[in-house]
């Protein structure tokens, strides 16, 4: 079964730098969430998109912005980016269809290295 | 608001013993909960839910929870644990309430380190 595809899946910048995150949600899935898991740390919800329209924001920096495109494809772009930034970023998928009880399915992450 | 708490760390537990990784949350409405499990380097993996009915949910690679709505607890259980069971557990909510808020809020992960 065709799963949440995530790219690049490992990456690294330099700091103050920019990144690209792309994600393609699981084929008729309306709504994509970003998350943040930092070192031994759990993830943290960023920011979401329902039928390419922003539907929820969590700790998402000012730096960074994202945007779900006409085939459902996500993209987080980060600029000016901090050592901080080091980490693993979940995209999720899920579909709205049955009021939330859905569960969101998980992309492998990418792992970004901020140096 | 939605939050989820995960007291333990971590849990060891022999191969072959029962193991409880446990959780409780707090929500303004009713819960939908959710349990996944990540091995090192991989994503989350979806392993079972709650969002009404009976209280024993069962789900992937022999795993169950059981929905405790007075102690607002959501503990995972398996009867008889594996090595292969080692892997860090996450715990989540959504709020069914809450239209506007579809995201899950997770808890802190509890490490399950299961000893042959």
């Known amino acids: 079964a065709a799963g949440v595809i995530q790219s690049p899946r490992h990456l690294i910048k330099e700091k103050r730098e920019t990144a690209t995150l792309k994600c393609y949600p699981i084929?008729?899935?309306?709504?994509v969430y970003w998350y943040q898991q930092g070192p031994g740390q759990d993830p943290q919800f960023l920011i979401s998109?329902?039928?390419?329209?922003?539907?929820d924001k969590g700790s998402i920096p000012d730096r960074f912005s994202a945007q779900q495109f006409s085939d459902y494809h996500s993209e987080l772009n980060m600029s000016s980016l901090e050592l901080g930034d080091s980490a693993l970023y979940f995209c999720?998928?899920?579909?709205?269809?049955?009021?939330?009880?859905?569960?969101?399915?998980f992309g492998q992450g990418t792992r970004l290295t901020v140096v | 608001a939605q939050s989820v708490a995960q007291p333990e760390d971590q849990v060891n537990v022999a191969e072959g013993n029962p193991l409880t990784v446990k959780c409780t949350y707090s929500?303004?409405?009713?819960?939908?909960l959710f349990w996944y499990v990540q091995y090192p380097n991989r994503g989350l993996q979806f392993l079972l839910k709650?969002?009404?009915?009976?209280?024993l949910v069962k789900g992937s690679y022999g795993f169950e929870a059981e929905f405790n709505k007075s102690q607002t607890s959501f503990h995972l259980k398996k009867p008889s644990a594996l090595v292969s069971d080692s892997a860090l557990y996450f715990c989540?909510?959504?709020?069914?309430?809450?239209?506007?808020?579809?995201?899950?809020?997770f808890g802190s992960g509890t490490r399950l380190q299961v000893q042959p």
């Open positions: 989540a909510v959504r709020d069914s309430t809450d239209t506007g808020r579809r995201a899950l809020t």
């Open positions: 929500v303004s409405g009713n819960p939908y």
């Open positions: 999720a998928s899920s579909s709205s269809g049955t009021g939330g009880r859905t569960e969101a399915f």
């Open positions: 998109f329902y039928e390419k329209m922003q539907s």
């Open positions: 084929p008729r899935h309306d709504t």
């Open positions: 709650y969002i009404t009915g009976d209280n």
